[in-house]
């Protein structure tokens, strides 16, 4: 099983990202994904999650309006569009997914990726 993410590094504020997800290993489209993230010596945060069939999304206040999750059942991948990103949106974003049928705390997943580092400064 993997979650292997990318599309992290450093960009100035106000611009824009893409975080990508590859998932391999397990049946991906029955799997509700998140997006979690830790910024420097702070807790984890939960930033964005997606249905296993797309058809609902969910986002902190935080990022709400300048974050989008999508994902493509068929290549196995969850999106995360980081638009307007501001200096606290810096932080190490980890993908994470669970089974739909799960009823878990708010960080219990069944897998995790190891995480890409985003980095706003001017």
């Known amino acids: 099983v993997q979650l292997v993410e990318s599309g992290g590094g450093l960009v100035q504020p106000g611009g824009s990202l893409r975080l990508s997800c590859a998932a391999s290993?397990?049946?991906?489209?029955?799997?509700?994904l998140t997006w979690v993230r830790q910024a420097p010596g702070k807790g984890l945060e939960w930033v964005s999650a997606?249905?296993?069939?797309?058809?609902?999304?969910y986002y902190a206040e935080s990022i709400k309006g300048r974050f989008t999750i999508s994902r493509d059942n068929a290549k196995n991948t969850v999106l995360l569009q980081m638009n307007s990103l501001k200096p606290e949106d810096t932080a190490v974003y980890y993908c994470?997914?669970?089974?739909?049928?799960?009823?878990?705390?708010?960080?219990?997943?069944?897998?995790w990726g190891q995480g890409t580092q985003v980095t706003v400064s001017s």
């Open positions: 994470a997914a669970r089974h739909r049928t799960k009823v878990a705390d708010l960080y219990e997943y069944d897998y």
């Open positions: 290993g397990f049946t991906f489209d029955d799997h509700a």
């Open positions: 997606i249905s296993w069939n797309g058809d609902s999304t």
